[in-house]
């Protein structure tokens, strides 16, 4: 994740965040982390281990404690916390601030901002919002398309077919994640998941007719925000002379975002019905996962059936 960064006024502006105070050009103050801290030991005095770089949260148990203190104390470990340059303090439940909290904003010039919800619910999805902002992105060309609950993203050259593919797995009850431009994330657990830029969210393009709304032609059912990338499908023109793999025993990985994510290449010629092959290729891509393999079942069936036979004939002439 390194390098990435989302404004503090986006944060603001996504969760009508109240600003209580804020010095000059606070919003464009950059959160680098999608961890969210409770200030409670912070504001006890203790600070080892303490990143400054995450967001501090102040619920009911921390302002509980504070009310037990005198002002002087207040104004103290306040003074401490924001020292550190934190990029925001947040009030969870609409409380009131203190306001030896707002003086030493003011004196170190930090954010402060309040937020109705309570404090366990903003923070989980605060760390959600930042997860997904943070998380590094790649754009690739192609089709990203969820086939029996795998997300299979089609790639190859402009005119392939790709696009008139996914229209027909459409058809046949899949849905369609983004058409032309793939945004893809990586996630927790090293997980990819991939959706479309909201420009072009729902939309496909057909040579011939041109751009069309699958969510208004098909339903809503038909379309959906994001999935993950289990599969990679590369799809070619057929090449006559070509060796193409008719067994499936040798795997091959594309790396994505330092994850590999298991690839096929399909030829592509008039006749072939590229979604039920598509359809094929998800479903056994999910069996694999499973820990099925047809191929290595059927590879180690023929071996042991040549070993049989081998047995049967017993050795040859010397």
Not at 69 to 87: A, H, I, K, N, S
Not at 108 to 123: D, K, P, S, Y
Not at 226 to 239: G, R
Request: aromatic share 6%.
């Amino acid at each position: 994740m390194a390098g990435a960064a989302i404004r503090l006024g986006s944060i603001i502006d996504n969760f009508n965040f109240e600003v209580l105070y804020g010095p000059e050009g606070y919003r464009e103050g950059e959160i680098t982390t999608e961890d969210v801290n409770r200030a409670g030991m912070q504001l006890t005095g203790f600070f080892d281990y303490f990143d400054e770089k995450r967001i501090q949260m102040i619920g009911l148990v921390e302002t509980s404690y504070l009310e037990r203190l005198t002002g002087e104390q207040r104004r103290d470990r306040f003074d401490m916390l924001l020292g550190y340059q934190v990029p925001a303090v947040i009030l969870a439940r609409g409380l009131e601030p203190f306001p030896e909290l707002l003086e030493m904003a003011r004196k170190h010039g930090r954010v402060v901002l309040r937020t109705q919800e309570n404090t366990a619910n903003i923070m989980s999805t605060l760390i959600a919002y930042l997860r997904m902002a943070l998380s590094p992105t790649i754009t690739r060309h192609g089709v990203l398309v969820e086939v029996y609950g795998e997300g299979v993203l089609l790639m190859g050259e402009s005119g392939v077919g790709k696009s008139e593919t996914a229209i027909e797995l459409v058809k046949r009850g899949h849905r369609l994640i983004a058409d032309d431009a793939v945004e893809i994330r990586r996630g927790l657990n090293n997980r990819l998941s991939g959706t479309a830029p909201e420009l072009i969210r729902h939309y496909i393009e057909l040579r011939g007719i041109g751009v069309v709304d699958v969510r208004r032609l098909f339903g809503m059912s038909a379309v959906k925000f994001d999935c993950a990338v289990d599969l990679l499908i590369n799809l070619e023109v057929w090449q006559d002379g070509a060796v193409y793999d008719r067994l499936g025993a040798d795997e091959f990985f594309t790396t994505l975002l330092d994850v590999e994510v298991p690839t096929l290449t399909i030829p592509v010629k008039p006749g072939r019905n590229l979604a039920v092959i598509i359809e094929v290729a998800a479903m056994n891509n999910r069996n694999k996962k499973m820990g099925h393999n047809a191929a290595l079942e059927f590879a180690n069936q023929v071996d042991a059936h040549i070993q049989r036979e081998a047995g049967e004939l017993g050795p040859g002439p010397m």
